[in-house]
């Protein structure tokens, strides 16, 4: 019986919900999907800046450090009256002139630079000038094969070197035989003021914490954060190796996302890497994952939104509303005799007030009619009495024609309360 209004109304009441819910879904998940990248991207910002803050905090540390031991050094120079250029000497293969201090050539001595060494840790050097050359005289800066690196010369390609060759200091990180070095360079001058050499001091960059923040930087699966340099990678996770890294930079099929921030002052570059695929594959199953439970939850809200309608509606209407139409057509038509079927026990319901209408309207139209028959039979008599009353006027007819008027007048009466009962108007 209810199968009308469950299907016409109710159903797609319920359907309307679920479209309206499940597009709400769909659209949170684009937005689920594109938060997911966006979180990824940010995760890379935040791994490069923790980067960025070991080196930044490492270089401050490192160059109060530095300047302390450039000032043992200079302050040994100049305990021992100043340096002056000595005569030539033979330092690894070159020939160049040596520096002097205190009356002492510093070629092949190194009491001063593992002084310094010894009080401040690092390395230190001595550098004399020759041309447009400074090469080391006296240095406990060591080759690979472990013997001092007298003889070598300042690598001409380093900021350092552009700096000093202007008489200018610095203090920065420069390549030291294939390694990073936090390091000051002092021009060195003669009594006379003579530019004839350098003094260097220096620690090798190492970086303890650098290795927990690089191992932090799991980007996605496969995705890391590593430091590098024009030729080489320097500083990687523990959990890839160097040919890894360096291949996924290179990207040469543009699979992976690789982004690159310089270090300044260090003269590296921090990379960023992750591939396409896994970005793409983890925000789909978020995005998909966020869509799915939407539509699940719109369902459940259709479905209930669907019993709650069609349990609650139908009883207040107490049946199909375009069956309790046509009982109202009918029963507007005068069939009172329509029987109306009531769904459910509310007595305050749509068919259970039509019907209580019909059963009032059946009793006004029996009163009215067991009335208007009862007028009839009355009025039959009154004729008979009147007639009685003409034709010869006594005591008798007379209290029967009083008899019979009485008799009109109360059941017109009665007829009058039986209609009285229905509100005709306010």
């Known amino acids: 019986m209810s199968g009308g209004f469950r299907f016409q109304v109710v159903l797609p009441v319920a359907i309307v919900a ?5 597009l709400g879904a769909v659209g949170f998940s ?51 009256g100043g340096a002056e250029r000595g005569p030539p000497v033979t330092v690894g293969d070159k020939t160049v002139r040596d520096i002097v201090v205190g009356g002492r050539g510093q070629a ?5 630079v593992d002084y310094v060494t010894r009080m401040n840790k690092g390395t230190a050097t001595i550098f004399t000038r020759d041309g447009d050359r400074f090469v080391r005289v006296s240095t406990n800066v060591m080759k690979d094969n472990g013997k001092r690196a007298v003889g070598t010369e300042l690598n001409n390609t380093t900021k350092a070197y552009a700096a000093l060759i202007k008489d200018v200091p610095f203090y920065g990180v420069v390549d030291i035989l294939g390694n990073p070095f936090f390091t000051g360079y002092e021009p060195l001058y003669s009594k006379s003021g003579d530019y004839i050499g350098i003094t260097y001091v220096g620690y090798k960059a190492e970086l303890p914490v650098l290795k927990e923040a690089l191992d932090r930087s799991h980007l996605l699966q496969s995705g890391f954060v590593a430091v590098v340099d024009d030729k080489t990678v ?3 996770p523990s959990w890839t190796t160097a040919e890894q890294v360096q291949q ?14 310089p270090l300044v002052g260090w003269g590296l570059m921090i990379v960023s890497a992750y591939p396409i695929d896994e970005l793409r594959s983890v925000s789909r199953a978020v995005g998909y994952g966020v869509g799915l439970a939407g ?7 259709s479905l209930t939104l669907f019993l709650l309608l069609d349990r609650k509606v139908l009883q207040l209407l107490g049946g199909e509303p375009r069956t309790a139409a046509e009982y109202m057509k009918k029963i507007a038509d005068g069939d009172l005799a329509v029987n109306i079927g009531v769904i459910g026990k509310r007595e305050d319901s749509l068919m259970s007030s039509l019907k209580l209408m019909q059963l009032k309207l059946k009793n006004l139209v029996s009163a009215v009619s067991g009335g208007a028959a009862e007028v009839n039979e009355q009025s039959r008599k009154f004729d008979t009495a009147y007639a009685a009353f003409q034709r010869g006027p006594d005591e008798v007819s007379s209290q029967e024609l009083l008899r019979q008027t009485k008799g009109i007048s ?17």
């Open 18 to 22: 679920l479209v309206l819910v499940s």
């Open 30 to 80: 684009f937005w689920t999907t594109q938060h997911e990248e966006s979180r990824v991207r940010q995760q890379v910002a935040d791994n490069v800046t923790s980067i960025q803050e070991v080196f930044v905090t490492t270089a401050s540390l490192m160059e109060d450090r530095t300047r302390s031991g450039m000032a043992l050094l200079q302050d040994q120079i100049n305990a021992r």
């Open 108 to 112: 092949g001595n190194f009491e001063m």
């Open 234 to 236: 320097r500083y990687l």
């Open 248 to 261: 996924h930079i290179d990207n040469k099929d543009g699979s992976w996302v690789i982004n690159r921030t």
């Open 295 to 301: 539509i699940l939850i719109g369902a459940a809200i």
């Open 410 to 426: 109360r059941t017109l009466s009665l007829l009058e309360k039986s209609i009285g009962r229905f509100k005709l108007s306010h």
